[in-house]
Every structure is written in C-alpha cells, then in structure tokens.
C-alpha cells in the first residue's frame, strides 16, 4: 500500500517579524494539530535525520544536536510525540494531553504544554537575505519546545565550516517542505538571493 502524505497549503506569503535579538525573520505559519506535526516531524526525522540539526535554541543557550543513526523509535502517547536513538530520546507534546487516571492534567497545564505555535522560517541578514532555515514549535505559553535546522548553503554539512560559494542544491529540503507544506512548488529566488552565512 502506498504511503499517504497530509498537504497543507496556505498563503505563502511570509510574515516578516523582528527577533528579541534584532534579526528578521521570515515566517511561514503551519497547522498545529497532532496529526500535521506528527507527519512533518516523523518525515524529518526518519528520512532526513542526516541533514538536520536539532535541539532548542533561546537567548543564551543554543543546543545544537545531530543524530548519528536514524531514529530506533518513534511513537505517540499521551499528546506527547517521543523519538528515540536508543537512549538518548525527547518528547514533544503536539496532542491533547490528559495525564494519568490517578495524576491528571489540568485543562491549564494541559494548554501550556501542547505545541500552539508551528512555523518554517528563515532567519533574514541586514540587507534582507535569507542566511539560515527552519522549523520552530511553541508550547502554549511561547515557550519554544525545539527548532529543527535545516541545511544550509552557506555552511558545510560535517563541520558547519563557512563554505567559499554557496551550494544550492542544500536549500533541497527547504524546498520540498515548501512544496508539500506551503503548496509552493517552484524554489523562492528570495532563498538564493543571499552572499554569505553571517549573524548580524
């Protein structure tokens, strides 16, 4: 039986919206229910889990995590989306959560924790040229609960060196997010109108 994929499509226009630290940001809304994330998360994971870099990034600390071997599991339980390599392994509550018969969750605590908040989006230099790209979840609150980063032309896959020219063929993933997600199916010049990968 051939695999189903969920489509989303929106108005692709971006949201350009100013960062705590000054940066720009280009934002691309996407839906939050279980299901949607779930298809986009496990896609990510289980078939691009060589390309992306993970972990949650606030003001002061960045968590910058790549996986070494594709995902032993990945499954739902309680709200919570939980994928594992061996181990080592996280939780995203993306569902409702209801907690345990004996300890449940309050209608509050159950609201803050689920992802209410999903976007990609790319990280925009001074003169407005995209220099990074993504995908961030927000719990209720606007906590961000992870930022997957997705490759980028600027810098080298192993060692995140700075490349001398850009390749372009790494905005790849970018691209068919894009397509399958935003319903745009043609590459964004925007996405290649950047120099180089610097913060501002």
């Not at 692709?12 to 994330?37: C, K």
């Not at 392994?89 to 209608?107: L, Q």
Request: glycine residues 8%.
């Amino acid at each position: 039986m051939a695999k189903q994929y969920l489509t989303f499509k929106t108005d692709y226009r971006p949201r350009r919206a100013v960062e705590v630290d000054g940066s720009s940001v280009d934002i691309f809304a996407l839906p939050t229910d279980e299901e949607t994330l779930a298809a986009l998360l496990r896609d990510l994971f289980e078939n691009h889990w060589r390309e992306i870099t993970f972990g949650q990034i606030i003001e002061g600390a960045a968590y910058e995590l790549k996986a070494s071997s594709p995902p032993t599991h990945i499954g739902m339980f309680d709200g919570y989306l939980t994928i594992a390599f061996g181990a080592p392994h996280f939780h995203i509550c993306i569902g409702v959560h209801k907690g345990s018969p004996h300890n449940p969750a309050s209608p509050v605590l159950a609201r803050h924790r689920k992802t209410s908040r999903a976007e990609l989006y790319r990280r925009l230099d001074r003169s407005g040229a995209p220099v990074s790209w993504g995908l961030r979840l927000f719990n209720g609150e606007g906590e961000q609960q992870i930022t997957v980063l997705l490759p980028n032309p600027f810098l080298d896959q192993d060692s995140d060196k700075l490349l001398k020219a850009p390749e372009w063929e790494r905005l790849a993933l970018w691209d068919s997010l894009r397509a399958r997600w935003l319903g745009q199916s043609e590459p964004d010049p925007v996405d290649r109108s950047g120099k180089g990968f610097r913060h501002d």
